[in-house]
């Protein structure tokens, strides 16, 4: 599973939508849709595009999306593509480490990004924005493109992983079946265990359970001294664990270190 994350949405070229919206396409062919300014014609057309009217209200891909279509500046569209995927955040960290692949297959952010409110217009008023409404659904992981719930259980854990200080606190984590690494920021084992259950990104109780530091700028310390359930893993399953997600998200997991704490 952790591969199919990298394969994504893969290939030379943004692939086109089958039938993007019915709707919006029916609303761009009338002079009300194609007319006022860019701002305006973008709202019409998303407010009857059925992926993104879908989405609840206060959901992180809605808002964002309105924002980063709105944005002439390209750093502002990376803020909002970043408050709304967590795959995005950590490919921003791996690149700030050095420790981003160069191997990744086809990217939708660096695509996402060059976007302007003045293409997304003029390709709406065309008629041609299959293209661009396929590469957004990537970007923001929305409609045909969402992601699976165990990846977003692993990005949570890698983001609080990530966000550690060289000699700081420790952070608490849990490992799931099927090596799916997850942390409650600062929740007991046994909170941890119950909030991955009632997020829905999996049930069961976890194998094991422990504590990691932070001891470099690359490299960490961890235990599974965890007594909160009945253990069955192993300090190699969770060293392995927790790579398999660090190279699945976009590092090269090869210059991380993890050291068991006995």
Not at 42 to 60: Q, V, Y
């Amino acid at each position: 599973m952790p591969r199919d994350e990298i394969n994504s949405g893969s290939g030379t070229s943004v692939p086109r939508l089958e039938s993007p919206v019915s709707s919006a396409q029916s609303a761009n062919a009338t002079p009300r849709a194609n007319g006022g300014s860019d701002r305006e014609v973008i709202e019409r057309f998303m407010l009857n595009w059925t992926p993104f009217a879908s989405l609840p209200l206060g959901n992180r891909a809605r808002t964002s999306l309105v924002r980063f279509l709105a944005a002439d500046d390209a750093q502002a569209r990376a803020r909002a593509l970043e408050y709304a995927n967590a795959l995005f955040r950590l490919r921003r960290i791996y690149a700030a480490l050095g420790i981003l692949r160069t191997d990744l297959a086809f990217d939708p952010y660096s695509a996402a990004l060059d976007l302007t409110p003045q293409a997304v217009a003029a390709a709406i008023r065309q008629g041609v924005a299959q293209e661009i409404l396929a590469l957004l659904q990537q970007a923001f992981e929305f409609g045909r493109h969402p992601a699976p719930p165990q990846q977003q259980a692993a990005r949570t854990f890698l983001l609080e992983f990530w966000a550690l200080h060289v000699g700081g606190p420790s952070m608490k984590y849990c490992l799931f079946p099927n090596g799916i690494p997850y942390s409650g920021a600062g929740k007991t084992h046994e909170e941890t265990a119950r909030q991955f259950v009632a997020l829905g990104f999996g049930n069961g109780l976890p194998q094991c359970g422990g504590s990691i530091e932070r001891t470099g700028d690359l490299a960490f310390r961890f235990d599974i001294g965890s007594t909160a359930f009945r253990s069955s893993g192993s300090p190699e399953g969770v060293r392995q664990a927790i790579l398999r997600w660090v190279r699945a998200t976009g590092a090269d997991d090869t210059k991380v270190t993890l050291h068991h704490r006995a």
